[in-house]
């Protein structure tokens, strides 16, 4: 809610993607053009989004979806989505084409080389395009484009991030969520309240479906908080309900900010990522710790410091920033998706022996 309005959620570009892909696919198998086309996002939803226009040239079709944001201010409001279709011998093949990103270093969602489709994306097109293959056993190439892209990027980070070209098609639930401040702070503090409200003495908080479903599938954790970048307001939140433990689970990329302090971790006020994680491979004795400073993400910053006491040093500051916010008892876990756990705080083990 804001201003006594509920905030309209939008749709992410790995859903116009899809629902272009759809679109293109049905009218290359049917010969008839879409109007609106359905979509099922990850969690198994159903979301209908409209075609704004189709070409059709030769034996290819290029549908095209205008992105709506609804009430989260998105640079990406607006733009214009577009999938091109034309069947093939076998086999779903995606790639991008003008005003999508390249992938030029690695250690991002996708390969060195690849289209900046992030994998989400990519099979929500391939399973939006299998939903009505029916009879036709042949398959299909997809090219993704945005028409003005290249310019877009340029207000992004994507080419600190190593995405050349333009913007990236993104998205893990399908759903762009409004994200303005207070509104958010103020669901944060509901949430909370409502497990308080039910019976829950531990606060497991998470900053998003990453950390959501590593809490499900690791720890058998349902009754996560999703507090976004604000995990300190979390933290007072959380503090001031009454409950007795505070579990932080997070994704080495925003908990590593934790080890200088930063308790918002939206990289519009602070970043610090790489900084942090140089100081604790010096202290370590990191003979290369300054490599880190030029690595893109914590994955890639992680190869450099996995075989040393860089995490350890770390875990000690993030505890140590985590206890000055709080006098609840608080603990964090540390993960990475394809290592797992890869750093605790002192009191986490005795927390999760009481969830």
């Known amino acids: 809610m804001k201003s006594n309005r509920f905030l309209k959620k939008g749709y992410t570009t790995g859903s116009c993607a899809a629902a272009a892909a759809k679109a293109a696919v049905m009218t290359v198998l049917n010969d008839e053009i ?5 979509i099922t996002l990850p ?8 075609i704004t226009d189709t070409q059709i040239d ?4 290029t549908c ?4 709506y944001s609804g009430d989260d201010p998105d640079i990406t409001n607006g733009i214009l989505v577009c999938a091109t279709v034309r069947k093939n011998s076998g086999g779903i093949k995606i790639d991008g084409g003008v005003g999508v990103g390249r992938v030029t270093r690695n250690g991002l969602d996708q390969p060195v080389g690849n289209a900046a489709i992030n994998s989400v994306p990519r099979q929500m097109i391939r399973n939006s395009i299998n939903e009505i293959c029916g009879d036709y056993d042949g398959g299909f190439d997809v090219i993704i484009s945005v028409p003005n892209g290249e310019e877009i990027a340029k207000k992004t980070f994507n080419s600190r991030l190593g995405i050349e070209g333009g913007i990236s098609i ?3 639930s399908g759903i762009v969520e409004p994200m303005s401040e207070k509104a958010l702070l103020d669901t944060i503090f509901l949430e909370l309240n409502t497990r308080k409200s039910a019976g829950d003495s531990i606060a497991v908080l998470v900053p ?3 950390g959501e479903d590593f809490a499900k599938k690791t720890f058998g954790i349902k009754n996560t908080v999703q507090c976004s970048n604000y995990i300190g307001d979390a933290i007072d939140y959380a503090s001031d309900l009454g409950f007795s433990d505070i579990l932080i689970i997070s994704h080495m990329g925003k908990l590593v900010k934790l080890g200088s302090g930063i308790m918002n971790t939206h990289s519009k006020y602070a ?10 491979a010096a202290l370590a004795g990191v003979e290369n710790f300054a490599d880190i400073l030029d690595c893109v993400t914590t994955d890639e910053a992680y190869e450099i410091i996995r075989d040393t006491k860089t995490i350890d040093i770390l875990m000690k500051r993030i505890d140590k920033y985590l206890k000055h916010r709080s ?3 608080i603990g964090a876990i540390m993960f990475l998706n394809k290592q797992g756990i890869i750093g605790k705080t002192a009191d986490v083990d005795g927390i999760l022996e009481r969830i």
């Open 34 to 38: 879409v109007i609106t086309t359905q």
């Open 64 to 67: 095209t979806v205008k992105k």
């Open 58 to 61: 030769g034996d290819s079709v």
């Open 327 to 329: 006098d609840v008892n």
């Open 170 to 172: 993104l998205g893990t």
């Open 43 to 50: 969690k198994g939803e159903s979301i209908s989004i409209d």
């Open 271 to 280: 970043d610090g990522r790489m900084e942090t994680l140089a100081l604790c």
């Open 208 to 210: 998003g479906n990453y």
